[in-house]
C-alpha cells in the first residue's frame, strides 16, 4: 500500500494537519492538548519567524530542551521549510554541545529556559540566533565579541536577507522540499565515547515509520506517554513522527519520568501506547513485581515451578496493566537488549510488549513486530523494505554482524567521508557492528556488539551481553558489566539499595560488617551466574560498583569509561 504522501516529513505533516484538523496531537500530561488544526497554525507561525530571521532552506537549525510539545512544533517547522534540524541531548557536557554547534554551523537554536544556561552565555561562532522554545521568541544575538555584535550583525542579517530574496528570485535556492534532502543531522551518543554526526534524509525518516505503521498500525485515538529523549531517533520516529502520521496525540511530562510523576499520569493519560528501554521495565521487574512474587516462603516454592509461575505472572501482568492505565495495547522495548528473565515476565504475563532494534544510522528500526507477533529473545522481523545479511558468520553458531541496506539507511557522517566509507562495504551494505542470527520469516536475534566480543584463551568469543543477562538475574543486581582487565574476566555490578536494607538492614550495619556482607553476596552472584554459563565464559573476578553506570540516552553503559 502507497502512502497518501510523499516522502518528506512537510508532506507528511501537510496531510495529518488535513485529515486529523480537530483531534488532538500534542500535549503536556496536565495542559490542553494541541489539536492539529492548530498544529498547522503554529508550524507556519515558527517558518514565518524563522525566514525573517534569515532561515533558508538547508540551513541548520538546532534543538536543545527537554520534551514538549514546542520541541515536535519546531522540529516539525525546521524541515518543513527544508532546513536541517539538529536535535541536542541535553545529557551532554556543555563542551560538547558547542562542539556540536560549530560543527554542523548552526545558525538558530531553539532552547528551553530549563537549557538556557548551557549556551546563553557562551560565545557561539559565527553569529548564532538564539529563540526561547518556551514562546518561540528570539532571545538575542551571540556574537564572537559582544561590544560590537549589535553595530555589525544588524546590517548583515539584513544583507542576509537581501541576498536570499535575491537567490529565490533567480531561483538558485529552491523552497520546495525533496524525499533526498538531509532533514535531520544528529549526533549520536554512543557506547564508545565516539559522537558522530548522523545525516537522515526526508525519505528515511518518513519511510521508516510509514513501514513500521505498517505492521504496528497508529491511529486517531490512540495516547502515547513520552518517556524518552526526542532528541534520540528512537523516540523521535517512533514515539513522534509515527504518532504524528496517524493523527494520535502524545503527551509530555514536565518532570523527569520518576516512579512519583509516572504512575499518576499513567493513571490520567490512560496511554494506549509507550516505548521504553529495558532498564525502566527491568528495573519495574526487580523492585515491584519479583519481591512480591518471592515474598514468603509458600510464594518462592510456587514461583519455582513453570506452572504456578506463569499463573503468578499472569497476576502480576494484570496488576502491571492497571499501573500503566489499563489501556496499553503496545509496549515498545528498545535501545539495548532485554534481560532473559524479564522478557518471561512479560512473556507468560500476556503483556503487550514487542522488541524492536535499529540505530540512529537507520532512521532508526531494522527489525520489529506487532505484540502478537513477538517471539521470545528475537527483536522481531526485518523490515519488508530492507536487505539484510549476516557477514562472515561462525561456521558453528551461525552468529556474525548484521549489515543492511535500503533507503531508510542514512546519507553519511556529516563532513566526514573517511567514517562514512568506513561505515559501508563496496556493494553498500552499512556494517551495524552489532552481532546476530537471521532465522525463518526474518526474524532477527541480537547477540551483541562487535565491538564488545572478548576472547578467551581457549579462542572462544565471550559475549559479555550474555554473561550481563545472568548477572542481571540475581535480585540483588540492579545492572552490571563485563570486561576483560588484564586477560580476567571481571564482572562490575551495581547492588540493588532496596535489596540490601530490605535483607540484610545495611544501613545499620558498620563499615566492615557492610564489605563483609557485600563481599558474600558478591560471591553469591557469581557462583550463580556461572553456574549457567560455558566454562569459558565463567567470570573469574567480580567487584561492586558504587554507583549506577553512566549512560547514553537510551540507557545503555558508556562502556568505555570503564575499559
Not at 476 to 501: I, M, N, Q
Request: positive net charge; proline residues 5%; charged residues 25%.
Amino acid at each position: 500500500m502507497n502512502a497518501p504522501f510523499e516522502m518528506t516529513l512537510k508532506s507528511m505533516i501537510d496531510h495529518s494537519c488535513e485529515q486529523f484538523g480537530e483531534y488532538p496531537a500534542l500535549s503536556n500530561v496536565d495542559g490542553e492538548p494541541i489539536r492539529y488544526s492548530e498544529l498547522r497554525e503554529q508550524i507556519d507561525g515558527v517558518i514565518r519567524m524563522m525566514s525573517e530571521q534569515g532561515i533558508v532552506k538547508g540551513d541548520k537549525v538546532a534543538i536543545l530542551s527537554q520534551n514538549m510539545p514546542n520541541w515536535g512544533i519546531a522540529y516539525l517547522a525546521i524541515t518543513s521549510m527544508g532546513a536541517v534540524v539538529v536535535p541536542i541531548l541535553t545529557d551532554f557536557h556543555v563542551n560538547e554541545i558547542l562542539n556540536i554547534l560549530r560543527h554542523s554551523e548552526a545558525k538558530m537554536v531553539f532552547v528551553s529556559r530549563a537549557q538556557y544556561d548551557k549556551i546563553g552565555y557562551s560565545d557561539l561562532e559565527p553569529w548564532v540566533t538564539l529563540v526561547a522554545l518556551d514562546n518561540f521568541e528570539p532571545l538575542e544575538i551571540k556574537a564572537p565579541i559582544d561590544l560590537i555584535s549589535g553595530i555589525i550583525y544588524e546590517p548583515l542579517k539584513q544583507l542576509q536577507k537581501l541576498r536570499n530574496k535575491a537567490l529565490k528570485a533567480v531561483r538558485l535556492i529552491s523552497e520546495k522540499v525533496h524525499e533526498d534532502d538531509t532533514a535531520a543531522l544528529i549526533y549520536t551518543s554512543g557506547t564508545t565515547g565516539m559522537s558522530k554526526g548522523v545525516m537522515l534524509s526526508h525519505k528515511n525518516l518518513v519511510l521508516d515509520a510509514w513501514i513500521t505503521t505498517r505492521f504496528q498500525p497508529v491511529k486517531t485515538g490512540d495516547r502515547l506517554l513520552s518517556v524518552l529523549p526526542l532528541s534520540h531517533t528512537y523516540e523521535c520516529t517512533i514515539g513522534f513522527i509515527i504518532p504524528m502520521m496517524g493523527g494520535a496525540c502524545v503527551y509530555y511530562l514536565d518532570k523527569p519520568p520518576t516512579a512519583r510523576v509516572l504512575v499518576p499520569a499513567m493513571q490520567k493519560i490512560r496511554p494506549t501506547m509507550i516505548l521504553t528501554v529495558p532498564l525502566i521495565i527491568e528495573k519495574i521487574f526487580k523492585t515491584q513485581v519479583y519481591p512480591q512474587l518471592n515474598a514468603n516462603p509458600v510464594f518462592r516454592a510456587l514461583y519455582k515451578m513453570p506452572p504456578t509461575r506463569k499463573f503468578l505472572h499472569q497476576m502480576a501482568g494484570k496488576k502491571l496493566m492497571k499501573t500503566f492505565g489499563g489501556e496499553l495495547h503496545f509496549f515498545g522495548i528498545g535501545g539495548a537488549l532485554v534481560s532473559w528473565e524479564v522478557e518471561r515476565f512479560l512473556s507468560e504475563a500476556g503483556f503487550p510488549y514487542a522488541i524492536g532494534y535499529g540505530l540512529t544510522e537507520t532512521a532508526p528500526l531494522i527489525a520489529g513486530s506487532h505484540p502478537r507477533d513477538t517471539r521470545f529473545r528475537s527483536t522481531g522481523q526485518v523490515l519488508e523494505h530492507l536487505q539484510l545479511r549476516i557477514a562472515d558468520p561462525d561456521p558453528k553458531t551461525r552468529i556474525g554482524e548484521i549489515q543492511v541496506k535500503g533507503e531508510t539507511v542514512m546519507k553519511g557522517y556529516y563532513k566526514d567521508p573517511v567514517k562514512t566509507a568506513e561505515a559501508f562495504t563496496k556493494d553498500g551494505f552499512f556494517k551495524t557492528g552489532d552481532l546476530g542470527i537471521l532465522r525463518k520469516k526474518r526474524y532477527l536475534y541480537i547477540i551483541g556488539c562487535s565491538k564488545n566480543v572478548i576472547v578467551a584463551a581457549s579462542g572462544e568469543n565471550i559475549y559479555p551481553e550474555e554473561v550481563e543477562n545472568k548477572l542481571n538475574e540475581h535480585e540483588a543486581v540492579l545492572e552490571s558489566l563485563v570486561l576483560d582487565v588484564g586477560g580476567v574476566l571481571t564482572a562490575r555490578v551495581f547492588l540493588s539499595p532496596e535489596y540490601l536494607e530490605k535483607h540484610h538492614h545495611t544501613s545499620r550495619l558498620t563499615s566492615a560488617k557492610h564489605k563483609k556482607l557485600v563481599d558474600a553476596l558478591l560471591d553469591e552472584i557469581k557462583s550463580q551466574a556461572n553456574q549457567n554459563l560455558s566454562s569459558f565464559s565463567r567470570i573469574k573476578r567480580i567487584i561492586e560498583q558504587q554507583e549506577p553506570f553512566e549512560k547514553t540516552a537510551t540507557q545503555k553503559i558508556k562502556r568505555f569509561l570503564y575499559q
